[in-house]
Structures are given as structure tokens and as C-alpha cells.
């Protein structure tokens, strides 16, 4: 078995409600989709560019062949995928993603949150929760989040878990139909000392449920 894989992290309480971590699941279809076809002008300008229109890509039936592609790299120990929760309910996903070993143990680390829940402290939470949880039992050392420099959103959740910023990749990444610059923000494990979760408790972000 993948180390790391599966897990559910959390709960920790944060000013939206409590916040957990699980895998993806084929029942999250329902409420992934619904959330993903209203939230099309929150989400689409910010994630890579997709194959076809956003509601066929984001359609009930499309979930479960995502689903089952997430499953089977996180099988093989690339990726670990996870559903967000709040109040038990789904409110996004964070995904580690191109897990590479022997002596890189790196990854990146991707999220969205549903825009009903918004500013309440739900994406900090889940990075902090699945970065300890990557340097932890996944055995990982280093984790890169690259962001657009227009999305003010993504940079604040990333200072608030405690990523740095490394760089300005040009034209990097496919992103809402063209070539996007990127900051890169990164973390590695000895930086984090008794983990990120801890710091944003002492922060007063985020409390133990
Ligand atoms: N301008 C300035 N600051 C903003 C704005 C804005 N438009 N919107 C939110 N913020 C601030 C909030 O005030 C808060 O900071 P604060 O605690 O200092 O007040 C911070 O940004 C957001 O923190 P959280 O509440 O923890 O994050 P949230 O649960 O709202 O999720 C996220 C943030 C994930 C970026 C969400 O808005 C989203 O899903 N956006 C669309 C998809 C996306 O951009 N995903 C990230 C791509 S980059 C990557 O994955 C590495």
C-alpha cells in the first residue's frame, strides 16, 4: 500500500465550521457537480484548461471516470486526492498531485473551495491539515503551489499556511485558455517545526474540533 493513502485528516474548527479531509469518492458526483456547474465564474479563470465545455466536463456523469483516474494514480502512490468537507458536507477538493520519490520526495499541492463558503477559513485549513499530512505519513519533503498572480485569494491562503514564495514562473501553465504566469510557493519539512495545523492554532486561525 501507498503510504499516506488512504487518510482522513482533521476535524479542525475554523470561523466557516469544521473542516475535514477524505478521499474523493464515486458518491461525491451529486454534490460535486451541482457545486461545480454554479460556481463556473468562481472557479473556471483560475484552473487548467480543460478538455470541452465546462458543464459537460462538470457534469454528474462526467465525476466518475475522474474519479476512478484520481483513484487509480493515488493506487500507484502519484497522487493523493482528497474531498474537503465542511460540517460533513462537500466543499471542495485538495489534491496532491505528481508525487515524485527517491531522493525529490516533492509534489504539488492544488485546492477549490465551493464560493458558498468562501472567507471563512476553509482552504488554510485544508492546506495545513494535507501539507502535515504529506511531510507525515505520505514521507513527502517539499510541496510547490503555483498561483496566478491576480488570484489575491490563493496567495493569502498560502501566506496564512506558511508557504513562502520561491519564484515567478513565465507562461507556465495552461490556465482559462492561455499560457499563465505562476508564482511558485513552497514549503519544505524542515521548515514547518511540530507542523502547519499547530501554527494556525496558535495563530488563532483554526482549532481542534
Ligand atoms: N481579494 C483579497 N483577498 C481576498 C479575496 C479577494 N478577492 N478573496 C478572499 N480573500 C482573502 C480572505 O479575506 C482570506 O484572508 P484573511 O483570512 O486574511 O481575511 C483569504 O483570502 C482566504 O482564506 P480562506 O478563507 O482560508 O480561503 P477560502 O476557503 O476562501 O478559499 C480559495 C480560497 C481556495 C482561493 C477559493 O477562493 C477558491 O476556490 N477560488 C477559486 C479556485 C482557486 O483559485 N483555487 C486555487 C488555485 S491555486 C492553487 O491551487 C495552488
Same mark, same amino acid.
Given at each position: 500500500?501507498?503510504?499516506?493513502?488512504?487518510? +482522513?485528516?482533521?476535524?479542525?474548527?475554523?470561523?466557516?465550521?469544521?473542516?475535514?479531509?477524505?478521499?474523493? +469518492?464515486?458518491?461525491?458526483?451529486?454534490?460535486?457537480?451541482?457545486?461545480? $456547474? +454554479? =460556481?463556473?465564474?468562481?472557479?473556471?479563470?483560475?484552473?487548467?484548461?480543460?478538455?470541452?465545455?465546462?458543464?459537460?466536463?462538470?457534469?454528474?456523469? #462526467?465525476?466518475? #471516470?475522474?474519479?476512478?483516474?484520481?483513484?487509480?494514480?493515488?493506487?500507484?502512490?502519484?497522487?493523493?486526492?482528497?474531498?474537503?468537507?465542511? =460540517?460533513?458536507? $462537500?466543499?471542495?477538493?485538495?489534491?496532491?498531485?505528481?508525487?515524485?520519490?527517491? #531522493? $525529490?520526495? #516533492?509534489?504539488?499541492?492544488? %485546492?477549490?473551495?465551493?464560493?458558498?463558503?468562501?472567507?471563512?477559513?476553509?482552504?488554510? /485549513?485544508?492546506?495545513?491539515?494535507?501539507? =502535515?499530512?504529506?511531510?507525515?505519513?505520505?514521507?513527502?519533503?517539499?510541496?510547490?503551489?503555483?498561483?496566478?498572480?491576480?488570484?489575491? /485569494?490563493?496567495?493569502?491562503?498560502?501566506?496564512?499556511?506558511?508557504?513562502?514564495?520561491?519564484?515567478?514562473?513565465?507562461? %507556465?501553465?495552461?490556465?482559462?485558455?492561455?499560457?499563465?504566469?505562476?508564482?511558485? %510557493?513552497?514549503?519544505?519539512?524542515?521548515?514547518?517545526?511540530?507542523?502547519?495545523?499547530?501554527?494556525?492554532?496558535?495563530?488563532?486561525?483554526? =482549532?481542534?474540533?
Amino acid at each position: 500500500r501507498h503510504p499516506g493513502w488512504p487518510a +482522513r485528516l482533521g476535524p479542525l474548527r475554523v470561523p466557516a465550521g469544521e473542516v475535514a479531509i477524505r478521499p474523493v +469518492r464515486l458518491r461525491d458526483a451529486g454534490e460535486w457537480s451541482r457545486i461545480r $456547474l +454554479r =460556481d463556473r465564474a468562481h472557479l473556471e479563470m483560475w484552473e487548467p484548461t480543460g478538455v470541452g465545455p465546462w458543464p459537460e466536463r462538470n457534469a454528474f456523469w #462526467s465525476w466518475p #471516470s475522474q474519479w476512478a483516474a484520481l483513484r487509480s494514480l493515488a493506487r500507484r502512490g502519484q497522487c493523493l486526492p482528497f474531498t474537503i468537507t465542511l =460540517d460533513g458536507r $462537500l466543499a471542495g477538493q485538495i489534491t496532491v498531485g505528481n508525487v515524485i520519490r527517491a #531522493s $525529490l520526495r #516533492s509534489a504539488w499541492i492544488g %485546492y477549490w473551495v465551493s464560493s458558498e463558503v468562501v472567507r471563512g477559513g476553509v482552504a488554510t /485549513a485544508a492546506v495545513a491539515l494535507v501539507t =502535515d499530512h504529506a511531510f507525515g505519513l505520505a514521507g513527502l519533503h517539499r510541496l510547490e503551489a503555483t498561483v496566478r498572480p491576480e488570484n489575491t /485569494a490563493s496567495l493569502r491562503v498560502l501566506t496564512k499556511a506558511g508557504y513562502r514564495q520561491e519564484g515567478l514562473f513565465e507562461r %507556465y501553465l495552461d490556465v482559462a485558455g492561455a499560457w499563465r504566469d505562476h508564482y511558485c %510557493y513552497a514549503v519544505t519539512r524542515e521548515e514547518t517545526g511540530s507542523g502547519l495545523v499547530s501554527r494556525l492554532v496558535a495563530a488563532g486561525r483554526a =482549532d481542534y474540533a
